[in-house]
T-cell receptor, first 117, second 111 residues
Framework: AQKITQTQPGMFVQEKEAVTLDCTYDTSDPSYGLFWYKQPSSGEMIFLIYQGSYDQQNATEGRYSLNFQKARKSANLVISASQLGDSAMYFCAMREGPPGGGNKLTFGTGTQLKVEL | NAGVTQTPKFRVLKTGQSMTLLCAQDMNHEYMYWYRQDPGMGLRLIHYSVGEGTTAKGEVPDGYNVSRLKKQNFLLGLESAAPSQTSVYFC??????????FGQGTRLTVV
């Protein structure tokens, strides 16, 4: 079974609009962490945002926020006020286990986002 | 501060040749990872290490070996390269409590 599922291979959004990229996860471990990374066409992996399973509030980092719904096992990334530079591949990832003991970092298949004028 | 450095950045191998990819990090991180990235498949974990002298298998370990003799280095070896190993390889490292930091990737083509 897939640990991380990203069901949107590609998404389009108009500049200045908000967009939500979906991510669902599967784990039986009560302690885990969820990450989002951005990969522009240049290829590097850029960390965006992190959510711990015990965090009470949704994580936010500038224009990025993580809509964490624990019961539904979803961790969607919301990008507000999209910019042309947001066009990239976006990956959701999960660390199972506590910060000091979780070893594997598993990635989804990614969502290709294109921001249009 | 160089972060995570992968060597080489590009390589073309003939089927059956061997090679070693080097990942070096200067952040004193405990955990290190090797992934391969293929179109439509995201990043798949090959092998990882939770500390110096330790290694463990990931999702797709067959055809690869790894070693972590020094904390700062994580080596990925291909003993007998196959065309199916054509991919972009990423190394990552992380400390115990934050996100992973990635190298710039190695584009490997096996012909």
């Amino acid at each position: 079974a897939q640990k991380i599922t990203q069901t949107q291979p590609g998404m389009f959004v108009q500049e200045k609009e908000a967009v939500t990229l979906d991510c669902t996860y599967d784990t039986s471990d009560p302690s885990y962490g969820l990450f989002w990374y951005k990969q522009p066409s240049s290829g590097e992996m850029i960390f965006l945002i992190y959510q711990g399973s015990y965090d009470q509030q949704n994580a936010t980092e500038g224009r990025y926020s993580l809509n964490f719904q624990k019961a539904r096992k979803s961790a969607n990334l919301v990008i507000s006020a999209s910019q042309l530079g947001d066009s990239a591949m976006y990956f959701c990832a999960m660390r199972e286990g506590p910060p000091g003991g979780g070893n594997k970092l598993t990635f989804g298949t990614g969502t290709q986002l294109k921001v249009e004028l | 501060n160089a972060g995570v450095t992968q060597t080489p950045k590009f390589r073309v191998l003939k089927t059956g040749q061997s090679m070693t990819l080097l990942c070096a990090q200067d952040m004193n991180h405990e955990y290190m990872y090797w992934y391969r990235q293929d179109p439509g498949m995201g990043l798949r974990l090959i092998h990882y290490s939770v500390g110096e002298g330790t290694t463990a298998k990931g999702e797709v370990p067959d055809g690869y070996n790894v070693s972590r003799l020094k904390k700062q280095n994580f080596l990925l070896g291909l003993e007998s390269a196959a065309p199916s190993q054509t991919s972009v390889y990423f190394c990552a490292s992380r400390p115990w409590n934050t996100e992973a930091f990635f190298g710039q990737g190695t584009r490997l083509t096996v012909v």
